[in-house]
């Protein structure tokens, strides 16, 4: 029994079909070249489960693997593995995940991901970690760095979230806008003051996208009135 085997045996080619469309996997897209199984992710996750005994040696071959699928289940094992593991093993979960950062790369890899262990190991620690992957040329290093926040952001700790959306400000990719966009709409859940301080800082220089996320709890006519040009 191994992960890819457990998958295929939930796998449609029409959900395949569906997913490289809705992953942008076409030649100049961000998943250029990725492979679907054609699995949804409860599936995924109920796969993930029956391998939780995996060391991260074993999980390696699954980390790497050429179809989408695959390697989220090694991420999501990943994930139930940190919640367990005592101080000495999240560290070398949190190693490995840092290592391999290269094959967690899509949107829903980071954001299934990236706050359950890097977040969540950097809680009481120093994050200087995020500064650097905030200046990566890897996209999905970028995302990581930013969507990793929304663990401090459950407890109140809104700062690195604001700090890391400023220098994310002029980003290129529509993928950045929205996971900044989309952080600094959780942060204002915590304190809708600090992030209208920020919006009012910065709503000329933010890509609209990122605007529009950041506002979608705020009434009708703050949104208005944050759009307006």
Same mark, same amino acid.
């Given at each position: ?63 790497? @693997? ?69 200046? @990566? ?93």
């Amino acid at each position: 029994m191994s992960i890819l085997s457990e998958l295929k045996k939930v796998s449609t080619k029409e959900r395949a079909k569906s997913n490289a469309w809705f992953f942008k996997t076409g030649k100049g897209e961000y998943g250029e070249g990725d492979l679907f199984l054609g699995v949804t992710v409860p599936d995924i996750r109920t796969v993930a489960k029956k391998f939780l005994y995996l060391s991260l040696t074993e999980l390696k071959p699954p980390l790497k @693997s050429k179809f989408h699928e695959e390697r989220l289940a090694a991420l999501l094992v990943l994930v139930e593995c940190f919640k367990k593991a005592d101080e000495k093993e999240k560290k070398k979960i949190f190693n490995f995940y840092l290592s391999n950062t290269k094959h967690v790369n899509n949107w829903d890899l980071v954001d299934l991901s990236a706050h359950k262990i890097v977040g969540e190991y950097l809680l009481d620690k120093d994050r200087t970690l995020l500064y650097k992957l905030v200046k @990566s040329k890897s996209l999905w290093e970028r995302r990581i760095s930013v969507i990793s926040t929304f663990a401090f952001i459950d407890g109140n700790d809104l700062e690195d979230t604001f700090k890391l959306s400023e220098l994310l400000l002029h980003d290129k990719h529509d993928l950045i806008h929205k996971a900044v966009g989309w952080a600094l709409r959780e942060a204002g859940k915590k304190d809708k003051q600090k992030l209208v301080k920020f919006l009012k800082k910065h709503k000329s220089e933010m890509p609209r996208t990122m605007l529009r996320y950041s506002i979608e709890k705020f009434s009708e006519n703050e949104r208005k009135l944050f759009m307006k040009k």
